[in-house]
């Protein structure tokens, strides 16, 4: 049977079990849409921008695992889309994204919507393909899903010229495997590696657990519970990989980097050896390097080699998947008798009495913690949460104590605002029996809005908490520490009406100024099974995200609420402890 | 420190832009790049000659490891190799050099591979350090143009990258 271009592909989408496209037409890719629209096992999402469907698709891989797919046409189509692509490149999310081309012929004509995609993308995708011939599609999208789902996960672009896609031929059986001799990814560690680790930890006296993105990427959420039960180390989480061992366990010492708690950044300064799994020393969990962990030795355990050594010299480099690696460290560390460090977590249990999330209220002003506090109760901590990015995103992955992995979506690596709403669309979309909360801010939600209109179309409801204080809440905080409050261009005049702009996208808007009405606004608002509520919550326009470390700390130089000094225990003497 | 990296890569269209690239991307230096094809039509080689800390230059040889179309890297300076490097050069005859010109192809064992009346076309090949004791060995106001391909090397023996 002879298919044209358009057809094959998505007849390879279809074998790759793909169920959701998120899209956009136009010239360049009106065949595959009329492809597209002849069947029915593949669903396209309209969306309102391309960078909405990126975030989109982004959103669906975070939350369910599964690679996410974009459609987009040539030129404004896919350059538009590169904000999200790179976004999920920094974060190491499967995507496959297809962007039309301009026919063969007219490539490097400066044609109508032309420009270079696989030039544009290559530094912000794991790999890109430029199609040139019909015979090599069923291969491409092969490869392409391949290299998107294994090893470290990430976006691979798929360039097609139009003519590719009206062009015709005889179909051939879809490759069920691939090989490919110039890609390998590593996946079973060094036996060698595991035992001298093993060793390591079972000598260290002040051991701490790291853990990253890449324990919820790899699926090691499960490994990583036994181990760190096992073995009785503390372990703190960095934005990326929170939700993978519980918050609320007694194990966890929340966050780490530029807006931890106290405690892991101090057990991290004090430890004897750090055990990074999945995580990538990124500067703002580090801060200075030259003040990083001053006694301790690093175990890195990562899928991928570039990562180890790049920041912090590792003293045992481990190259595996997580979820292998702990798996064989469980085993190698069963029967082995460890340290006592009943000392360290005295000492841990000191700094955790800091309390250093504490904040105070005001009357008459919503806290916005309060509010992250409040959002956690009404969904009984269950929600899928998104965010943006800046104040309301630390204070979501401070607040909201998030106990499983897939649970917190937010952009880590490349800090994109815009990402929270479109990414709470694909994970409604991934998981329709879950709540699912955008919290964002009014710098934010102004920069993908257009999507509330997508997610009326496609009964997408999700519950948006708008902490609005006015400001771009970070920026102004960081002008107010380090540019004696010249507040340039932080305040944000001129703010629509939230509650009519939610409205006349035909969903429900509320506002809530008090907050005694914070608590039945949220009720109401997840009661609202079918519906998207967006709840704009007026919050103090002065209040700052603590701890923090400013530019140039260690981890022991932290801002703390309410205190004019800088707090530094340098002091601490750990080989007491 | 000077390092020359050889690279073994898919002979497909982008692969070169893919390395050269990464380079600019990361902030890594390119002393010189050669590519072409291998005895296998489906591979090429790329040899890199790069200068940086050990550190920068395990990053360099991981990053290009991750490149999809690369199928294997090494640092050649690490090894028993052997590294070449071709120029041409066009020299002034009407100076007062005129004589020295033939001396000097012959002491640096090179060829003159065209002469017009006023000007030698001189082939120098060998290591790099040869090549610039060669052109320091004329005034600069005598040497008109140029071109060097840059390094290119093997490793010795039976070893293979």
Redo the contacts between chains.
């Keep these: 049977m002879k298919l044209n271009g358009a057809e094959i592909l998505i007849d390879c989408l279809q074998k790759e079990e793909v169920e959701h496209v998120f899209g956009y037409p136009g010239g360049a890719v009106l065949h595959i849409y009329d492809a597209l629209e002849a069947q029915d096992k593949i669903t396209h999402i309209l969306v309102r921008h391309e960078q909405g469907a990126a975030h989109g698709a982004d959103g669906y891989a975070r939350t369910n695992g599964k690679p996410g797919v974009v459609l987009v046409t040539s030129g404004p189509g896919i350059t538009n889309a590169v904000t999200g692509i790179a976004t999920a490149h920094m974060d190491s999310i499967p995507m496959v994204i297809i962007s039309g081309q301009v026919p063969s012929p007219l490539i490097g004509m400066d044609a109508f919507q032309e420009v270079d995609a ?2 544009i993308t ?2 912000c995708v ?2 890109n393909f ?1 199609i ?1 011939d019909i015979s090599e599609i069923a291969m491409t999208v092969k490869k392409a899903f391949h ?1 998107a789902t294994t090893g470290r996960p990430g976006p691979v672009v798929i360039d097609i010229p139009k003519d590719i896609t009206i062009a015709k031929m005889e179909v051939e059986e879809y490759p069920a495997t691939i090989e ?4 390998k990814p590593t996946i079973k560690a060094s036996d060698r590696q595991i035992k001298k680790a093993a060793e390591m930890l079972a000598n260290s006296k002040r051991p701490i657990l790291y853990a990253g993105g890449g324990c919820i990427i790899g699926n090691a959420s499960n490994e990583l519970r036994e181990f760190t039960r096992m073995v009785g180390f503390p372990i703190t989480q960095t934005l990326m990989g929170l939700g993978t061992y519980p918050m609320t366990d007694k194990q966890s010492l929340g966050m780490l980097g530029m807006h931890g708690t106290y405690e892991a950044n101090m057990a991290m300064h004090g430890s004897d050896c750090v055990v990074a799994i999945g995580s990538r020393f990124d500067d703002r969990i580090t801060g200075n390097l030259e003040k990083f962990c001053p006694t301790a030795k690093f175990i890195h355990i990562d899928i ?3 990562q180890i ?2 920041n912090v ?1 590792a003293d045992i480099p481990i190259v595996g998947q997580t979820k292998q690696v702990l798996q064989a460290l469980i085993d190698q560390m069963k029967d082995k008798k460890l340290e006592d460090i009943s000392n360290w977590w005295s000492q841990i249990e000191e700094w955790r009495k800091v309390d250093s999330l504490a904040y105070k209220k005001s009357p008459g002003v919503i806290k916005p913690q309060t509010v992250i506090e409040m959002l956690y109760e009404v969904t009984k901590g269950k929600a899928i949460v998104t965010s943006d990015v800046g104040q309301h995103q630390m204070w979501a992955a401070q607040y909201y104590l998030f106990d499983e992995p897939r649970q917190w979506i937010n952009s880590g690596g490349l800090g994109t605002m815009g990402f929270g709403l479109p990414a709470a669309m694909g994970a409604k979309l991934a998981m329709p029996d879950r709540d699912v909360a955008c919290v964002t801010g009014d710098g934010s939600i102004q920069m993908m809005l257009q999507e509330l209109s997508t997610m009326l179309q496609y009964s997408t409801p999700v519950k948006v908490i708008n902490l609005n204080n006015g400001y771009l809440g970070m920026v102004r905080q960081w002008q107010e520490f380090f540019y004696e409050k010249r507040y340039a261009m932080s305040y944000m005049d001129a703010l629509p009406d939230f509650v009519k702009l939610a409205e006349s996208y035909g969903h429900i808007g509320i506002r809530v100024e008090k907050e005694e009405d914070l608590k039945p606004a949220l009720i109401e608002a997840f009661n609202q099974k079918d519906r998207t509520v967006f709840l704009d919550i007026i919050t103090d326009p002065s209040e700052n995200v603590f701890p923090m470390i400013p530019a140039g700390g260690g981890h022991s130089d932290m801002l703390l609420a309410g205190r004019d000094e800088m707090v530094s225990k340098d002091e601490t003497d750990f080989n007491a402890v | 420190m000077r390092h020359i990296i050889s690279v073994i890569l898919e002979n497909e269209a982008g692969a070169l832009s893919r390395v050269a690239g990464l380079f600019t991307q990361r902030g890594f230096n390119i002393e010189s790049l050669t590519v072409a094809i291998t005895n296998d039509p489906s591979l090429s080689r790329m040899t890199i000659v790069s200068s940086g800390s050990d550190r920068v230059l395990e990053q360099i040889v991981k990053q290009l490891n991750k490149l999809i179309e690369v199928v294997k890297v090494s640092d050649l300076t690490s090894q028993d190799h052997v590294e070449r490097e071709l120029l041409l050069a066009k020299i002034s005859s009407n100076s007062k050099e005129g004589v020295n010109i033939k001396e000097l192809v012959e002491i640096f064992g090179c060829k003159v591979v065209d002469v017009t009346d006023k000007v030698y076309t001189i082939e120098v090949s060998g290591k790099t350090k040869k090549i610039n004791a060669f052109l320091d060995a004329f005034d600069p106001a005598s040497i008109i143009e140029v071109s060097r391909t840059g390094v290119t090397g093997i490793s010795r023996g039976k070893k293979l990258i």
């Design positions: 696989t030039g290559r530094s794991k790999h430029l040139r290299i490919m001799r110039s890609y991928d080699p570039s050594s790049k010299v």
